[in-house]
């Protein structure tokens, strides 16, 4: 009975360590990242679903204005960069020269 009780415990305490870390992954994953380095920014959203290479075919021939539209356009299918952070990104972007580390290595 004593036994069975602290098996219990053990089970209870297991479950709620997995339940927390699933549930502070979960809000990492789904509150974009603010603030930061643009350089960090772009490596850590413009990343998840396709490398930097179509970033990097257009440093140096996409303006302000186009990379507006573009990282707009990508935070509508999901990346992570928030609203406040949108002209950051594009400003580093435009003024990027190709080839340029560490988003294009
Ligand atoms: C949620 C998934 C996703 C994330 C995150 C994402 N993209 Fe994309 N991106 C796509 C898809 C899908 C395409 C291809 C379809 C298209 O061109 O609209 C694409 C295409 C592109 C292209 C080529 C299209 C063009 O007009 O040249 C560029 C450049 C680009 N992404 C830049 C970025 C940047 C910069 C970021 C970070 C702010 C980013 N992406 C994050 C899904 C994503």
Same mark, same amino acid.
């Given at each position: +009975?004593?036994?069975?009780?602290? +098996?219990?415990? *053990?089970? /209870? &305490?297991? /479950?709620?360590?997995?339940?927390?870390? !699933?549930?502070?992954?979960?809000?990492?994953? !789904?509150?974009?990242? =603010?603030?930061?380095?643009?350089?960090?920014?772009? +490596?850590?959203?413009?990343?998840?679903?396709?490398?930097?290479?179509?970033?990097?075919? =257009?440093? *140096?021939?996409?303006?302000?204005?186009?990379?507006?539209?573009?990282?707009? #356009? +990508?935070?509508?299918?999901? &990346?992570?960069?928030?609203? #406040?952070? /949108?002209?950051?990104?594009?400003?580093?972007?435009?003024?990027?020269?190709?080839?340029?580390?560490?988003?294009?290595?």
């Amino acid at each position: +009975m004593k036994n069975g009780t602290g +098996m219990l415990l *053990g089970t /209870i &305490a297991v /479950i709620f360590l997995v339940f927390a870390g !699933a549930a502070s992954c979960e809000k990492t994953q !789904a509150l974009p990242q =603010r603030g930061g380095e643009p350089a960090d920014l772009v +490596m850590n959203a413009c990343t998840a679903c396709h490398d930097t290479k179509r970033i990097c075919d =257009r440093l *140096g021939k996409t303006d302000r204005d186009a990379w507006t539209r573009i990282v707009t #356009e +990508m935070v509508g299918k999901g &990346a992570s960069v928030a609203q #406040e952070d /949108i002209p950051r990104v594009a400003g580093y972007l435009a003024d990027l020269q190709p080839g340029s580390p560490p988003v294009c290595k």
